[in-house]
């Protein structure tokens, strides 16, 4: 499905601030249920409000521009919610084991204050005896594998 919703931003006092295009093709899933138009469309036009608070406070019409801009490029060019420095996001793999090693600690499991959760997993695993390695070890590789699979693949 492609939706395109155009949106001009003005201010209650300054006026015009912007316009966006936002044009989206393909699917949104929530849980495990695919979104018809309607509600796509709905999620969509929510999520340009994020534009609009940009401005809300504004003193003066330049930095209700400014506040705008400055939102829009943090949206275009991938850092908008990024506190701090941009942290490289974990691998599949790293994901998949920091989950499993969790899984398989259970109780045991305990962040220690100003550990990285992966640099913690890995130690963990590090110290477990060789046949828990190796279980952990297939069961990323089965989720691996899962992920990995196309859809067409996969059978009902």
């Known amino acids: 499905m492609e939706i395109s919703i155009k949106r001009d931003y003005a201010h209650k006092t300054y006026g015009a601030i912007g316009l966006v295009q936002l044009v989206f093709d393909g699917k949104l899933v929530l849980g495990t249920t695919e979104l018809n138009e309607a509600a796509t469309t709905a999620l969509l036009t929510h999520a340009l409000q994020y534009l609009q608070d940009a401005y809300a406070g504004a003193k003066t019409a330049d930095e209700a521009t400014g506040a705008f801009d400055k939102k829009l490029g ?76 196309d859809d067409e693949e996969l059978e009902v």
Not at 82 to 111: C, E, H, N, S
């Open 74 to 149: 943090k949206l275009l060019d991938g850092t908008a919610g990024v506190r701090g420095p941009r942290k490289a996001p974990l691998t599949l793999q790293d994901d998949i084991t920091l989950d499993v090693v969790k899984r398989f600690a259970g109780k045991l499991w305990a962040l220690p204050k100003g550990t990285k959760p992966l640099d913690h997993a890995l130690a963990m695993l590090a110290s477990w005896p060789d046949k828990r390695k190796a279980l952990v070890a297939d069961e990323v590789q089965r989720q691996i594998d899962f992920f990995e699979t």
